[in-house]
Structure formats: C-alpha cells, structure tokens
C-alpha cells in the first residue's frame, strides 16, 4: 500500500452541527484527490455530537461509494460512548492512534 494513497485529516474543536459541513467539504475534497483511505485523527477533537457523527457516517457511506476507506484513531472517551451508544463501533475500524494504523498497514502488506 503506497502511502500517498492514505490521507491523514485531523479536525479539532467541537465536531458539531456548526462545523459538520466544513468537515464533509474537507472529506469530499480529499476524495477528489484520489485518497484510497482517510485516516480521521480525532486527538484535538473534544467533543462530538449527533451532527458531527452524522458527517462521519456520511463521510463513510462518500469513501465506500469511491471505493475507499475510511478510519478512525486517536477518539476520546466521549467519543467512544457515542459511538457504542449509537453501535458505531462496529461500523468504523477504530485504532488507539495513528501509529497503530500504519502498523496495521505494514501488517497488510
């Protein structure tokens, strides 16, 4: 897997109904560009609500339909609970952080 094909996208902040369609915008242009997964580091997001969950789901459904992935790492525990609240957890490949993400690249390969 080359890596230039994986795009790393770090929001910060709230990732909320102010800010989901900024972030769908950003997902939708690095699919443009022809990214085959996109890592979604979360460790500067503090806090996420419905909308900002909603714009990852969307984001996912945009990747698939391009036939590339998206993944998660770095979530907080706010994060966490929303997701397994929501059965998103078994949705996303989560990893711890962005280190456990290339490891699991090298492992592919």
């Known amino acids: 897997m080359l890596t230039q094909e994986v795009k ?14 900024a972030f769908r915008q950003e997902i939708a242009r690095i699919v443009e560009d022809g ?8 460790k ?3 806090f996420m609500d419905s909308s900002g969950l909603g714009a990852l789901v969307l984001a996912f ?17 706010q994060i966490r609970i929303l997701f397994e609240l929501t059965g998103m957890d078994k949705v996303f490949d989560i ?6 993400f290339q490891k699991s690249l090298m492992s592919v390969t």
């Open 44 to 46: 500067n997001v503090t």
């Open 8 to 21: 790393i996208f770090q929001p910060s902040g709230s990732l909320d109904a102010a800010k989901s369609q």
């Open 61 to 77: 459904k945009t990747l698939r339909a391009s036939n590339s992935k998206l993944v998660l790492c770095s979530i907080n525990e």
């Open 95 to 100: 990893f711890a952080n962005q280190d456990e």
């Open 35 to 42: 990214a085959k997964i996109v890592l979604v580091d979360l």
